[in-house]
């Protein structure tokens, strides 16, 4: 169970949102890049960066932190956020130096876009779906779909994708720990690793869902997001590590 901190940017800085809400905002540094680098000193292997402008206005706008994020370290990176054009994924895997992209809104939105990502970089794009209730939300969380995020999953199912991360919105910022049961339905309906995001706020979550994932098929959820617990000192990288390798 890979262990992924998460670093969401705002205006250049890094911050948490509750339950994905852009007005209930905490700020907890001023430089990304010295954060990122704390996480890899703390033994994580890959970084999860989220653009929060870009999600809410379609277009990247925190690239120079980002590049600072990618520069300042040594492990991979993962970014979503903005990403609505072919020319943006190709800046933020060639120029910036990103490893994989993450595209939510134009899964639903342009799904020709995904395809077209994921044939020209195979294995480099994540597919970024986020539920309220179990449907898909878009736009940073701001808009509300019809379509099931279980059927979403299923519809790129032929395409070279490296991972599907799952977030759910209501625990999202929360700490009150993942929405297990969501987690395990879309690991089995999902044709790609699965990446639980959302509601982690102490080891024993994480212990609880790498348990859950042992139960299922090898491979099915292969990483857990920490963000907030990361910041609010519940435990360190190091901590999270220890404990997924125990319950493992």
């Given amino acids: 169970m890979d262990i992924i901190p998460a670093i969401d940017l705002r205006g250049g800085q890094v911050v948490r949102l509750l339950r994905g809400e852009y007005d209930q905002e905490t700020v907890y540094a001023n430089e990304p890049a010295s954060i990122a680098r704390r996480w890899q000193e703390g033994g994580a292997s890959i970084i999860h960066i989220v653009d929060l402008d870009g999600a809410r206005d379609g277009e990247m ?7 600072s994020i990618v520069q300042s370290t040594s492990i991979q990176t993962e970014l979503g956020g903005g990403l609505r054009d072919m020319a943006s994924i190709e800046f933020l895997l060639d120029e910036l ?17 995904a395809v077209e990502a994921a044939q020209k970089y195979p294995e480099r794009i994540v597919l970024g779906i986020d539920a309220r209730n179990g449907m898909v939300a878009t736009r940073g969380w701001r808009e509300d779909s019809a379509v099931r995020a279980l059927e979403l999953v299923k519809e790129f199912a032929s395409l070279p994708i490296a991972a599907v991360i799952y977030t759910d919105i209501a625990r999202d910022g929360t700490l009150e ?6 987690m395990v339905e879309m690991a089995e309906a999902s044709p790609f690793p699965l990446i639980a995001s959302g509601g982690i706020g102490e ?5 609880t869902l790498t348990q859950t994932a042992r139960s299922l ?18 435990f360190t990288v190091e901590e999270a590590i220890k404990a997924a390798a125990a319950a493992g």
């Fill in 61 to 67: 706008k925190n690239a120079e932190a980002v590049r």
């Fill in 97 to 113: 130096g990103v490893s994989r992209a993450i595209l939510g809104s134009v899964l639903l939105e342009k799904p020709e876009l």
């Fill in 177 to 182: 720990g993942p929405n297990a049961g969501a």
């Fill in 203 to 207: 080891l024993s979550h994480i212990q």
């Fill in 217 to 234: 098929k090898k491979g099915a959820i292969t990483g857990v997001i920490v963000g907030k617990a990361l910041y609010e000192k519940k």
